[in-house]
């Protein structure tokens, strides 16, 4: 079955700081990769998604991720963090091709110092 | 863009009533949902696809006479938390799809309940 994990819990980094959050997935084919970010009591918003192509993918936000098949990662990077980033960001995979089911990471809380 | 409206946000309700929560997608039609549980700290867990004009499908260990998914509109999925109990208290997403795939999805805000 498919899964994702995202090996980090909770990280703190300072405001104008780079970041890179993990994630590594199990699938049997070409997955179907995204981010979300989750802020406190809100839904889910769409960073950026991979689903062929350049493995180099930019999103909203200054966001950008980076497919590696070898390693079974998916982590996402911002140069330079804004306060504004702190949030609850999720990985995911999409559990059949074309199905629109994902299979989540537990989520990785970020915090932002200034 | 794609809004999908959750309502209420927030509920809390007595052990052993009903509580339903309605997902509407605003400005696009959605022929699927997908409710989400999700527990604090921990990730999104599908419960269950929505489908316009027939039933849902459940996944694994979801209890379906627990978790009543209506999908009567191509805009309005209702789930209704039937004699609710404290364990049932979580956080609850759905999201629409807008086509095919994953890559159209929009969430909707969250509901949560708290169950006495």
């Known amino acids: 079955a498919q899964s994702v994990t995202q090996p980090d819990i909770h990280i703190t980094v300072s405001e104008g700081a780079s970041l890179e959050l993990r994630c590594n997935y199990s699938?049997?084919?070409?997955?179907?990769l995204f981010w979300y970010v989750q802020s406190p009591g809100q839904g889910l918003q769409l960073l950026l998604k991979y689903f062929s192509g350049d493995t180099l993918v930019q999103g909203i936000k200054g966001f950008e991720a980076e497919f590696k098949r070898s390693q079974s990662s998916f982590n996402l990077r911002k140069p330079s963090v804004h306060w504004s980033d702190a949030a609850e960001y999720f990985c995911?995979?999409?559990?059949?091709?074309?199905?629109?089911?994902?299979?989540f990471g537990k989520g990785t809380k970020l915090t932002v110092n200034p | 863009g794609a809004v999908v409206s959750q309502h209420p946000s927030r509920v809390i309700c007595k052990s052993g009533t009903s509580v339903k929560i309605e997902c509407r997608s605003l400005d696009f039609q959605a022929t699927t949902m997908f409710w989400y549980r999700q527990f604090p700290k921990q990730s999104l867990m599908l419960m269950a696809t929505s489908n316009e004009g027939s039933k849902a499908t459940y996944e694994q260990g979801v209890e379906k006479d627990k978790f009543l998914i209506n999908h009567a509109s191509l805009t309005l999925s209702t789930l209704t938390v039937t004699s609710a109990h404290p364990e049932d208290s979580s956080f609850y997403i759905c999201?629409?799809?807008?086509?095919?795939?994953?890559?159209?999805?929009?969430f909707g805000a969250g509901s949560r309940l708290t169950v006495l």
């Open positions: 999201s629409a799809a807008q086509g095919i795939g994953a890559n159209v999805l929009t």
């Open positions: 995911a995979v999409e559990a059949q091709g074309g199905s629109e089911k994902l299979v």
């Open positions: 699938y049997g084919a070409t997955p179907y």
